[in-house]
């Protein structure tokens, strides 16, 4: 795995460099070395979705009775109108690569590169009419918190930033990002919907007053947009800065326990595009070894990524995380200075984090190529033991309502 994460990356360095030269040369078609990497991932998508889903899971396998169907009382009501009106803007052929019945493969079709390199499903912003712009739209923000509004703009204006460095139009633009729905939204059967574009991946799945809203990557390159239509841009500060600041505020020998390793050299996420069944095992600061001050200080971590969800939602999602704050642990790599570079994960049986300093891809123009930088990050949150999409709770569901 740590191979091909390298490798990857190194291709897309050498795509980009050759992809800008022949692309502003000519506009008849990709180069060939972009051809071979779609292809790259194609198949990765292919071999991944061609296996049974299972979820993350540690080595010793599933952990079974995590998610029970529940009332929580959080009604989904607005989400459904808003996801209705928008399928209601669609034409029939808009429609028929948009929508995908609740339990279609589609959902694990996604990536978080770029859209030249990995075809996307569904209807984009970028084709969009200004009628279905504002429903789909809508549709974030019924479903989403203004901080998470707010990332997914943020995170677009940086694909601007990406096109302006590269003069890429096939792969970068701030509307590139696709929406597809799951299913027929519903306050009672199981539906959802997918954001998916180069470094923003909603996945929303709804059952009932239930809601599930991962896997969900959060990223970004360039971090800080020095010049251009979107100059000061700046995206993912809290989830850097606040994981710095609770590695500092551990002592020494929690410190210790936590790292991995102490040297940052190359990209460390693990669980990204086409990793729904990895198996991972847990490492670093178990929470039962902190303080009652520091257990509150890692949900409050946790509580940066879980706000993008709108609320009563997040709260109820928070309250999950929070039941397994003893068995949650967070592991880091690299050191912990001011201005480190660094990963670092949080892992328990309902939630999996990760955050990922990157080499640079798209700014090797003003990043050194090969090095991680603050100016290129990962992250992804995912449900462990099988609920991602949620899964599980639409396999419980189908047990009993089979349709």
Not at 277 to 285: C, H, I, Q
């Amino acid at each position: 795995m740590k191979k091909s994460t390298l490798s990857i990356g190194a291709l897309l360095i050498a795509v980009s460099a050759s992809f800008s030269q022949v692309y502003s040369q000519s506009g008849d078609g990709y180069p060939e070395a972009l051809l071979n990497t779609k292809r790259v991932f194609s198949r990765g998508l292919a071999d991944a979705i061609g296996q049974p889903f299972r979820g993350v899971a540690t080595s010793t396998g599933v952990v079974s009775d995590l998610f029970p169907l529940k009332s929580t009382g959080a009604s989904t009501a607005m989400i459904v109108s808003a996801a209705s009106t928008f399928l209601g803007t669609l034409n029939n052929a808009e429609l028929s690569r948009t929508q995908y019945a609740v339990d279609d493969p589609e959902w694990r079709n996604w990536s978080n590169v770029d859209v030249g390199i990995f075809s996307r499903h569904g209807v984009s912003l970028e084709e969009m009419s200004d009628q279905q712009k504002t429903a789909a739209w809508a549709l974030l923000r019924a479903s989403l918190s203004a901080e998470g509004i707010a990332q997914t703009q943020d995170i677009m204006k940086t694909e601007q930033a990406l096109f302006e460095l590269n003069g890429e139009p096939i792969r970068y633009g701030e509307e590139k990002y696709y929406f597809t729905v799951m299913g027929i939204p519903s306050t009672t059967e199981p539906w959802g919907w997918q954001l998916d574009g180069h470094h923003l991946v909603i996945n929303f799945f709804v059952l009932g007053d239930q809601v599930v809203m991962t896997p969900a990557f959060w990223g970004g390159e360039p971090v800080f947009t020095e010049s251009g239509k979107y100059a000061g841009n700046r995206i993912m500060q809290d989830e850097q800065n606040q994981g710095l600041a609770f590695m500092q505020s551990l002592d020494a020998g929690q410190q210790a326990a936590a790292t991995i390793d102490p040297n940052k050299t190359r990209n460390n996420q693990l669980a990204a595009a086409n990793e729904d069944n990895l198996t991972l095992d847990y490492e670093g600061l178990r929470g039962s070894e902190l303080s009652s001050a520091q257990k509150s200080q890692l949900l409050n971590l946790i509580r940066v990524y879980i706000a993008n969800m709108r609320e009563p939602h997040a709260n109820i999602t928070m309250d999950e995380i929070g039941q397994h704050i003893g068995e949650t642990y967070f592991s880091w790599i690299g050191n912990a200075e001011d201005d480190a570079v660094f990963y670092y994960r949080i892992h328990s049986p309902v939630i999996l984090i990760e955050f990922d300093h990157q080499n640079p891809v798209g700014t090797t123009q003003i990043n050194a190529p090969g090095t991680p930088t603050r100016d290129h990050i990962h992250t992804i949150v995912r449900t462990p033991n099988g609920n991602d999409y949620g899964k599980d709770l639409l396999a419980q569901h189908l047990a009993v309502h089979p349709h």
